[in-house]
Nanobody, 122 residues
Framework: VQLVESGGGSVQAGGSLRLACKHS?????????MAWFRQAPTKAREGIAS???????IYADSVKGRFTISRDKDKDTVYLQMHSLNSEDTAMYYC?????????????????WGQGTQVTVS
């Protein structure tokens, strides 16, 4: 399993970005969940959004109403659309995946991780 994130960068406060995570390798016949995490310097890794193979989603309170997770099954890609960004959103963003249908926001629930993409809001 390999996860490759893209779409990070620098943006002004109030702006938007869309992150993408391409999943290759074993996809467990499509029965899987994917999630986005982020980690700022000196802070713990935070689960912010998850989507499962049935299209169900959950969000952390810190991003609810501003971020949207979605998935293109044909492209094996999950996206994170981010709006109304602020300095608190500055972090390295990681995607993760696991077999099984249930959404989770705990890092220990996920077996496979990407290398991350940096988002900086100024």
């Amino acid at each position: 399993v390999q996860l490759v994130e893209s779409g990070g960068g620098s943006v002004q406060a109030g702006g938007s970005l869309r992150l993408a995570c391409k999943h290759s390798g074993d996809t467990w016949s499509g029965v899987l969940s994917m999630a986005w995490f982020r980690q700022a310097p000196t802070k713990a890794r935070e689960g912010i959004a998850s989507i499962d193979s049935l299209g169900r989603t959950i969000y952390a309170d810190s991003v609810k109403g501003r971020f949207t997770i979605s998935r293109d099954k044909d492209k094996d890609t999950v996206y994170l659309q981010m709006h109304s960004l602020n300095s608190e959103d500055t972090a390295m963003y990681y995607c993760a995946t696991k077999p099984g249908t249930y959404c989770r926001l705990g890092a220990s629930d996920y077996s496979y991780w990407g290398q991350g993409t940096q988002v900086t809001v100024s």
